[in-house]
């Protein structure tokens, strides 16, 4: 192996060094490199490149005029304005056990820095490689011409969370639909549901008909659940699920909806059995019974998703080899939030109880859901806020992994969103959001922080416990197409007229041969 | 018009009749002239006043005083270092123009010999030279501009205002 660089001096931080290089092209910003320190791998990550010389300003004072022809005119040696003065960050020699180690000691001025190869980088930052049992391969490293893949840990994104944040139009659905086909690989074979708001993840049904999701008998099974699909009965829900749907309950309203609750459990009730029931209670004069029938009426009866007969089962929605999308579009703000609420809270207390061994609602294998816009659940005001922070909280300890994808991480909840420890951030602008991934995220450094902006469509920075070492990937292509693409309005439009021009053309006026005044 | 001093590897004297800025050559060796100087016949020097007057009525010849160019050795015609030095008595010529052209702009401009010539000779003289070179090579004009406005600049630079 050639060394690309030798180095300079310390950097101002300790742990950093400059290295001098005449490289053009491989020595990009988050590119790794090493050297050699008693015989390990020393990586380091390169945070910054600069040109070793600058051009007088005024060499550039003429666009047509290349700045290096006037260096060759004066006849000086240009070869000090090819070269390139590198910063790079010590990480450390990697030890299977206690991860990076950095060895304290800088290398020394003149010593040999290494481009590191395909291999040590698949060996020291990714915990999986590709195709193996609890892989996800997302795409392949941003920096290398050649194609070095990125994986990442499903069993750690499963058990402590992850998220994806980016500006609208950067891709952040494009990849939620790449981990969603890995994670129905055969070497995955997750239980995975999607909330979909925008309904772009029907185009996951492609993966019944695709070779590569198939072996030895397994094949994936994609569910697309509409409006009409997606129902809660209402005798199926938990008395705190019904509290959690009716906004203001004075202690009052709750007591008597606890005994009515209580007198009607066991049985398959409906609503109006409910009200029924709270009247035979307290009576229908009470100012209680009346605030409390007319939420049942407002928040629950008039809601399409809470129906008085069917029910969708969790194992119907949930179960290895399957892909749930429900599709949330149709539905009002409050539906999207009552029915992820409920859903959510199901899901927890069907894993608790599997796990502790209880009775009721159980699902015996772990869970991995995929919550897009996820501002809108994981917000302080949403209705869904509380269970998703106990299922962040807890869930690892009962199987319950939640991917939170947003393009406005500020208006998730700073505690949610810390509790994801598996971040996939692609292009952000927002200054406001750009802060609040900088506090809320721990695991990027500063200077990682700072590509974000200059990220493009498909390129994201993963961070976090799922891969040994923050880095730029660009996302690998997806096996399914993308439903999520913007419409090309203009494109449409031309369409539409060609279209219609002739069949709605306004018929031209008859010249009017008389005029009022003339009768 | 020869070589009457050489003064060290990159200077020499010359009788000639140019102009400061002026081109020469002296074999294969490109020069420019930096200075002139006006340089009477040594034994006037031991003349009293009365007696110049009277010799100058008989041989006014003897009083012209020389006309003598400080010149300062720049590169070969191929723009190389100069490693030959010219002897006296070498003829010096002035270049022409043409030959100018073909010396600096040879399938891509050059002038290789500007930067040690900056530690040397005042900057109206490197001026000049530019000035010209930009006249007989207008197609490298926008070039040399820039070179010229650094010069200056640099120079103003040096100097507070």
Redesign the interface.
Known sequence: MRPVGLVKAPAEIPHEFRFVTPDKKALKTGEFVYYVHNGEKVICRITKRAPLRLY?D??L??P??NPE??I?????NAGEFELFDVKAGVMGYFDEILGFVNPRIPPVPGQAIYLAENDTIQEVLMKKRAGEVGSIHVGFLLNREEEVPVILDTSLITSEHMCILASTGSGKSYLAGVIAEELLRPYNSAALLVLDPHGEYHTLNEIEGIEEFRIDGYSPNVRIFGKNDIKIRLSELEYDEVTGMLPELTDRMEALLNRAYRELKGMKFTSQDLMDKIIEIAGADDVSVRGLTWRINRYVKNVDIIDDFVHNELKDLLKPGQASVLQLNEMSDIEQQILTSVLLKRILNARINAEKGTTGELLEYPVFLIIEEAHRFASRDSRSYRVLRTILAEGRKFGVGVCLISQRPSKIDSDILSQCMTQIIMRIVNPADHENIKNSVESIGREMIEELPGLTKGQALVAGVAINSPVLIRVRKRLTSHGGLSKNAPQEWVDWMEINTHENEIPKRKKQERLFWDA | MVVLRVLNHRELEAEIDFCVGDFIKIGDVIGLVTSIYQEEPEYIRYMGNLEKEEVKKFLPDVFKARRIAKCLLLCTENLEDVTKIPKVGDKVEKVEDEELRQIHYNGEFKIPYLIPLLEKVEIPIIRALILKIMEIIPEEKDLLEIILAEIEYSRMRGVEL
């Open positions: 007088p005024i060499y004072s003429k047509d005029i022809r006037i060759k005119a004066l006849g000086i």
